[in-house]
């Protein structure tokens, strides 16, 4: 949420980014809990949407 809240104040300043930045962004934050999301987001050949990666999230979150 705490990220989402800068990409939301960047994007008020005209200075939005990327889905796909936003997505690099959580993963380089992600506590090692979360390793095996991390493994399947970036050997996916078609990039994640932002609510794609949070799904995935989620899912890993439910299961722990």
């Known amino acids: 949420m705490k990220i989402k809240g800068y990409c939301d104040s960047l994007a008020s300043c005209g200075e939005a980014i990327s889905e796909q930045e936003h997505v690099t ?3 380089n934050y992600l506590s090692p809990e979360y390793e095996s999301v ?9 990039p994640y949407s932002v609510q794609g990666f ?3 999230l989620l899912d890993a979150e439910a299961r722990q």
Request: charged content about 5%.
């Open 25 to 27: 962004v959580i993963l």
């Open 38 to 46: 991390l493994t399947i987001i970036t050997a996916s050949p078609v």
């Open 54 to 56: 949070i799904t995935k």
